[in-house]
C-alpha cells in the first residue's frame, strides 16, 4: 500500500498563522451528561484550505507533484516542474514563511489546470498582495492548500493527496487534514 504522510500542522498556539491572527484556544467541557472540547479559531491559520463555495468531493484528491523551490525560489516554477498534469494537487516546498510567488509564476500554475495548489507558507505573497495571487487560481476553480509540511517525506511525483476540509457552507477558508500516501517501496 505504500506511506501516508501527514502533511498537515496541528491546531495549536504554535501553528503558522497571519500576523495579528490569535492563537486557537480549546477548553474541555465537563458536567453530567457531557464531556467535550469548545475550540475557537480563525480559520486562515494552520494548514486550511481557501476556496470559494463547497468543494465537489471528487476533487479533493489527485496525483501529487512536488515542486521544490528550496534552491531555486518561486521564479523558476518550470525548472522545477516534476511533470505535473491537469487534475493533479501541485506541493510547492518553498522553504520560507513568506515566498512572493510573481504574476506569472501565478499564471504558470493556473495553467497546469491543476485541482490544488499547496505551498508551505502562509500564501503565495504577504501582507496585500496575498488575496490578489489566491484569487488567480481560485477564480479559476482551483482550491489553495496553504501550510501544508513534512514535504521531505515525499518524492517528485508518483504519490497520491487527500484533502478533506470540514464541510461549513459560506465561508472563505477552512481547517483541512492533508495526506499524502506514497508508492510502497520498490513500486
Not at 157 to 182: Q, T
Request: aromatic share 8%.
Amino acid at each position: 500500500m505504500g506511506k501516508w504522510v501527514d502533511l498537515s500542522h496541528p491546531v495549536t498556539a504554535g501553528a503558522p498563522r497571519r500576523p495579528g491572527t490569535p492563537p486557537p484556544r480549546l477548553e474541555r467541557i465537563t458536567g453530567p451528561e457531557l464531556s467535550t472540547f469548545w475550540v475557537a479559531f480563525t480559520f486562515h491559520q494552520g494548514t486550511h484550505v481557501d476556496l470559494r463555495g463547497e468543494p465537489a468531493v471528487e476533487n479533493l484528491s489527485g496525483p501529487g507533484y512536488l515542486f521544490d523551490l528550496g534552491r531555486s525560489g518561486p521564479a523558476d516554477l518550470a525548472a522545477v516542474d516534476p511533470g505535473a498534469g491537469p487534475g493533479g494537487v501541485l506541493i510547492l516546498w518553498t522553504g520560507r514563511s513568506d515566498p512572493v510567488f510573481s504574476p506569472p509564476a501565478m499564471a504558470w500554475l493556473k495553467e497546469r489546470a491543476p485541482r490544488a495548489v499547496g505551498v508551505d507558507a502562509r500564501g503565495f505573497a504577504p501582507g496585500g498582495l496575498h488575496q490578489a495571487r489566491d484569487a488567480v487560481l481560485m477564480d479559476a476553480g482551483i482550491l489553495v492548500l496553504e501550510n501544508v509540511t513534512n514535504l521531505a517525506g515525499l518524492p517528485a511525483s508518483g504519490f497520491e493527496v487527500f484533502f478533506f476540509p470540514l464541510l461549513i457552507p459560506g465561508i472563505d477558508a477552512v481547517p483541512v487534514r492533508v495526506v499524502a500516501r506514497c508508492p510502497a517501496a520498490g513500486t
